[in-house]
């Protein structure tokens, strides 16, 4: 009596192999899409976090200084005190110790008044252009879950 009886085919068939061939196929068509997409909704996410950060540097300014940077100050006024009308009179920064940019590498906007709420600061998304859908879309501090400025 064998202890291990001989097998007829040690290796894989043409068909099993062209099986297995096709699952990987079918995972790998619906896995890459996905994978694809992430970089794009990291720097959504990553926009909408700096976003927030510049609203509470911006609010922590306004609560010290009784309004926000002006449009002309931009928000550089929250790394260093600003030395163009209206200065600021209690500034107590630097609020930031740099102003981040966009995922995309570009400056954030800053508008006061803002067009959606007191003060804008957003990003023209991917494509850098007004508008946009998707990744191209701007994201703003006027449409984030904890609301725009005070």
Request: aromatic letters at 8%.
């Given at each position: 009596?064998?202890?291990?009886?001989?097998?007829?085919?040690?290796?894989?068939?043409?068909?099993?192999?062209?099986?297995?061939?096709?699952?990987?196929?079918?995972?790998?068509?619906?896995?890459?899409?996905?994978?694809?997409?992430?970089?794009?909704?990291?720097?959504?996410?990553?926009?909408?976090?700096?976003?927030?950060?510049?609203?509470?540097?911006?609010n922590r300014?306004?609560?010290?200084?009784?309004?926000?940077?002006?449009?002309g100050?931009?928000?550089?006024?929250?790394?260093?005190?600003?030395?163009?009308?209206?200065?600021?009179?209690?500034?107590?920064?630097?609020?930031?110790?740099?102003?981040?940019?966009?995922?995309?590498?570009?400056?954030?906007?800053?508008?006061?008044?803002?067009?959606?709420?007191?003060?804008?600061?957003?990003?023209?998304g991917?494509?850098?252009?007004?508008?946009?859908?998707?990744?191209?879309?701007?994201?703003?501090?006027w449409?984030?879950?904890?609301?725009g400025?005070n």
């Amino acid at each position: 009596m064998e202890l291990h009886p001989r097998r007829r085919n040690a290796g894989f068939t043409a068909l099993e192999t062209f099986a297995v061939l096709v699952i990987v196929a079918i995972l790998a068509a619906l896995v890459i899409p996905r994978v694809m997409e992430r970089p794009d909704e990291a720097r959504v996410r990553k926009a909408k976090a700096d976003l927030l950060l510049l609203q509470e540097a911006l609010n922590r300014y306004k609560t010290d200084n009784g309004r926000y940077p002006a449009t002309g100050q931009g928000l550089e006024a929250l790394v260093a005190r600003p030395s163009e009308a209206p200065e600021p009179t209690n500034w107590r920064g630097p609020y930031l110790q740099q102003v981040p940019k966009d995922p995309w590498n570009r400056h954030y906007q800053y508008q006061s008044p803002g067009k959606q709420s007191p003060i804008d600061v957003y990003t023209l998304g991917a494509d850098g252009h007004p508008g946009g859908e998707g990744v191209d879309t701007d994201i703003g501090n006027w449409s984030l879950e904890h609301g725009g400025a005070n």
